[in-house]
């Protein structure tokens, strides 16, 4: 059988906003982690047989096929193409299935994966229209859609209000919220003091290392910050950073494994992506993990850590109760809501983490999950080797 392995996965630091990535063209963030992955797999650049990159909001800067502009900006060969893919948040997590599904179907033999972003530059679309449009219907993009209306009426469509549907759904106080934020805050911390992302980060100037963990946080500080909306439960506290990074990893075929002479660290397991109700928008990684369970035949006991982005407290702790998953082996170097969610890259950054944790702990399987605009929700579990 085929098998799609990962030879290497390099990652920026994280900026916070308006911090030291800020004013870093999303392409040349790109083109920084797609040389470091390219001189550290030591695969000859001009074998890639394309570049499948992540990114939102594709306008100014973002916009004209990132994907093939961070590459050429790199000063690799003209003759690669790229392609820019948008699965909202999980979009470098599809660019990994996209990448691995051209190796196993054997139409491919060496394909980066990746992602990159500067929500400093280019503000989320949701946030940019959210004051004149607080239901997301009005502008954007269900904008004038009958269709939309039709299924779904008037109901807000907006990643805030998702995430309290989830809270009163699953019972989650704003204390439990601000608890877990709390541990992302220390973990991503102790990850930072102990060189954890050393080997997985690409110094870019100055900026060596993770910018938004935040050292005198405090639940006492969260507590007395306000909701997001009025009346709920969500506040800056629990909900991901606005972040700057780009994120890449190479994926490879046996035979381009062989002829290369790679070394593979681990194997693409599982790939998938299931969705849910777009109204609640976020909870899609719990029906989405039981399906990738029921297609492996593995149970959450096999899985060794696990990577689910932060993009709010409810997301993890609603999926936390749904699944049973001890907490003690999920984000255990902290999440989103510490080291930040660079939407397009934050994919690939997660998966990177979770490859690299799994060679320091020993573990076997890793999983990776995401919330995802729309309702959607990607699952990766890859195999160390």
Request: net charge negative; with cysteine.
């Amino acid at each position: 059988m085929a098998e799609a392995y990962i030879v290497e996965a390099v990652r920026t630091p994280i900026g916070r906003r308006k911090g030291g990535l800020s004013a870093v063209h999303p392409a040349d963030l790109g083109a920084h982690v797609l040389k470091a992955l390219m001189e550290r797999s030591g695969a000859d650049p001009a074998a890639v047989e394309d570049v499948v990159f992540g990114c939102l909001d594709t306008v100014g800067p973002q916009a004209g096929d990132i994907a093939r502009t961070a590459w050429l900006a790199a000063g690799l060969p003209e003759e690669v193409p790229g392609v820019t893919v948008d699965r909202q948040c999980g979009s470098s997590q599809q660019a990994v299935h996209f990448a691995a599904q051209a190796v196993l179907s054997g139409t491919s033999d060496l394909v980066v994966a990746g992602g990159t972003q500067n929500m400093s530059m280019i503000p989320i679309a949701f946030a940019s229209r959210q004051a004149a449009d607080p239901l997301g219907l009005t502008e954007g993009p269900f904008a004038g859609s009958e269709g939309w209306r039709a299924r779904y009426g008037d109901q807000p469509v907006n990643q805030f209000h998702g995430a309290e549907l989830i809270a009163d759904k699953w019972g989650i106080t704003r204390e439990a919220m601000e608890e877990l934020a709390l541990r992302s805050h220390q973990r991503a911390l102790r990850a930072i003091d102990e060189g954890r992302f050393d080997r997985e980060i690409v110094a870019y100037g100055a900026v060596t290392t993770d910018e938004g963990p935040r050292r005198d946080t405090s639940l006492e500080k969260m507590a007395a910050l306000k909701p997001v909306v009025e009346g709920g439960r969500i506040t800056a506290a629990v909900s991901s950073q606005v972040s700057d990074g780009a994120s890449a990893m190479l994926i490879a075929s046996e035979r381009a494994v062989a002829e290369h002479g790679l070394t593979p660290r681990a194997r693409i397991h599982h790939l998938s992506c299931r969705g849910e109700d777009p109204i609640r928008m976020l909870s899609a990684p719990i029906p989405a993990t039981a399906y990738a369970l029921k297609k492996t035949g593995l149970s959450m006991d096999d899985i060794d850590l696990v990577e689910i982005n932060e993009a709010f407290a409810p997301v993890v702790l609603a999926w936390l109760k749904e699944t049973g998953t001890d907490p003690e082996k999920v984000n255990v170097n902290g999440g989103a809501i510490a080291l930040g969610h660079p939407l397009g890259a934050t994919g690939t950054k997660l998966m990177t983490t979770l490859l690299h944790e799994l060679e320091r702990t020993g573990g076997r399987y890793g999983l990776q999950t995401m919330c995802e605009g729309g309702g959607q929700a990607n699952v990766t579990i890859i195999e160390r080797l």
